[in-house]
């Protein structure tokens, strides 16, 4: 199966640690895809355009090797998680467990949506950024946040499909880091583990996890031009055929 995915890793995918905590690692060809040169790169066009295979043009897409497509990264982890070849799932079972999981995965989701979309907002030339907008947006953060202390503090019973989501909206909260080099104009010095120590300790321990070390802060190595890209959505749709 292919990954279409952002080989930016500066902050955690939490698809790809669904994919190793299976042990999928060696079935999944990695395709680097650039969402964002689309409309960015000056020569670049429709260069690393996927939406043959996703309308939303959107990453992460997966493409099986039946040619069926799957996207948003929430049924991506799904999917992944139906297919572990490790016998760990990180989805539990109906129950309490499982919608305390899911919960925390849409929460961590949305903290991680809200929080690119401050970065693109922060991308605007200052007099254009809107100031309601970010006041709008941050509170849900802030909140966020709290909730996964009080998560945190309460422990978990394995490591689930919500953590894994937590991994990624944290690690991409390094605003310094991650596309954000403009001055947020509320919290231009936001520390998510400020006076939230059990998260601080709980994102500590888990970052040692092999699903995190396999990619976190590890440059992707191998062909990440368009065409490669190109020639793995024609391969896609031709086993659609
Ligand atoms: N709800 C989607 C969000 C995915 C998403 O927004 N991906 C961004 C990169 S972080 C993207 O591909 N953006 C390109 C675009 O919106 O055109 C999911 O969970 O998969």
């Not at 640690?17 to 409309?39: C, M, S």
């Not at 992460?60 to 040619?67: C, F, K, N, R, V």
């Not at 991506?76 to 297919?83: F, K, R, Y």
């Not at 880091?177 to 520390?191: G, I, Q, R, T």
């Given at each position: 199966m292919k990954l279409f995915y952002s080989p930016f890793h500066t902050f955690i995918h939490k698809v790809l640690?669904?994919?190793?905590?299976?042990?999928?690692?060696?079935?999944?060809?990695?395709?680097?895809?650039?969402?964002?040169?689309?409309?960015q790169g000056e020569d670049q066009g429709?260069?690393?355009?996927?939406?043959?295979?996703?309308?939303?043009?959107?990453?992460?897409?997966?493409?099986?090797?039946?040619?069926?497509?799957?996207?948003g990264s929430?049924?991506?982890?799904?999917?992944?998680?139906?297919?572990?070849?490790s016998g760990r799932h990180l989805y539990p079972a109906n129950g309490p467990k499982r919608w305390d999981a899911i919960t925390r995965l849409a929460l961590a989701d949305t903290m991680f949506e809200n929080t690119v979309m401050?970065?693109?907002?922060?991308?605007?030339?200052?007099?254009?950024?809107r100031i309601d907008f970010f006041k709008w947006i941050w509170p849900?953060?802030?909140?966020?946040?709290?909730?996964?202390?009080?998560?945190?503090?309460?422990?978990?019973?394995?490591f689930d499909i919500g953590q894994a989501a937590m991994l990624h909206a944290i690690s991409y909260m390094?605003?310094?880091?991650?596309?954000?080099?403009?001055?947020?104009?509320?919290?231009?010095?936001?520390?998510?583990?400020?006076?939230?120590?059990?998260?601080?300790?709980?994102?500590?321990?888990?970052?040692?996890?092999?699903?995190?070390?396999s990619h976190y802060n590890v440059d992707f190595e191998g062909d990440d031009s368009a065409a490669y890209l190109q020639q793995q959505v024609a391969l896609t749709?031709?086993?659609q055929q």
């Open positions: 640690v669904t994919a190793h905590e299976g042990g999928l690692w060696q079935d999944i060809t990695f395709v680097p895809t650039y969402p964002f040169k689309n409309r429709d260069a690393y355009s996927i939406a043959a295979l996703n309308p939303l043009d959107k990453v992460p897409t997966l493409a099986l090797d039946s040619g069926q497509v799957v996207y929430q049924a991506v982890a799904e999917c992944l998680d139906s297919m572990s070849r401050l970065a693109m907002e922060g991308w605007l030339p200052e007099e254009q950024q849900k953060i802030i909140r966020g946040c709290d909730a996964l202390e009080v998560a945190c503090k309460d422990g978990f019973d394995g390094d605003f310094k880091v991650n596309f954000y080099d403009a001055k947020d104009p509320l919290y231009p010095e936001f520390d998510c583990f400020d006076k939230r120590p059990n998260l601080e300790a709980w994102w500590q321990d888990a970052i040692q996890r092999p699903s995190v070390t749709l031709e086993a």
